[in-house]
């Protein structure tokens, strides 16, 4: 098994995501723009038996990302896997939006997403090996609430993506599916809600809870392991039963 790429890994749903990897002792690439965090998250990770590299990365900008595998190449790291977990939700009401915010929400969540999983699969089918790659989503891929429509349609895009290139690269033995979070208490959702919000939205949830990282982070672990060999192309809410898909 190869090394995982995970995006969006300082903290967070990513952070939870790659912890749980390292946890079973994979190789995972923790990749994020928050410098910073970063260098926080290889001391947290260092008592994990997996290897943790770090390695600042916006995948928002095609040239860093173009950077970023020049540079997992020269480490001879061999990547088999992609979490596509970086993403932005820029609110506005949709009258305020500015097209250079809605551009930047669709840089990251949508073609970053893209061109990661281009450079992943590039080197997949180089080898004649097979990988797998797992998109995060959210519920307003298909459940869109106001101030978020370029999140939303971002996120959609996202899950539609998943459905092409798993398609597309199925007969390479590359499986790509969508993870689709509920709310999640991160410092993403803490931006405009409070401990009275989250505790209301869990009174509407079937299983009556919110969802943790840690949740979420061990459905991408099943999904990039073999026993989701024959899964490919699926959205997979974890949601408590919130959305149901
Ligand atoms: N928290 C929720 O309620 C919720 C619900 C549904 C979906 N999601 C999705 O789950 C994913 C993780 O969300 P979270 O709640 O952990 O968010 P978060 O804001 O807590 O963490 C996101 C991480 O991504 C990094 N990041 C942002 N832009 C980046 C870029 N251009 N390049 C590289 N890294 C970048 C940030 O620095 C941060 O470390 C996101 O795609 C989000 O849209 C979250």
Redesign the pocket.
Known sequence: MGATVV??????????IAARLLGRGDTVWC????TD?LAAVAADFSPLPGTSLVR??????AD?IDALWRDIDATGTQVSALV??????LRSSALDTRLDDWNRVF???LT?GFLMAQHAAHRLVERGEAGSIVN?????AYQPHSRGTA?AAS?AGLTNVTRALAFEWGPFGIRVNTV????????????TKNDEDFAAAAATVPLRR??T?ED?AATVAFLLSADARHITGQALAVNGGRLML
């Open positions: 995006t969006g890994a300082a903290q967070g749903i990513g952070k939870a990749v994020d723009t928050d965090r600042p990365c916006d995948v928002g900008d860093d596509n977990n970086a993403g932005i939700f840089a990251v969540n970053g995060v989503a959210s519920g307003q999140y996120k689709v979070p509920g709310l999640t208490d991160t410092a993403q959702s803490r931006a919110l969802g990282p979420v």
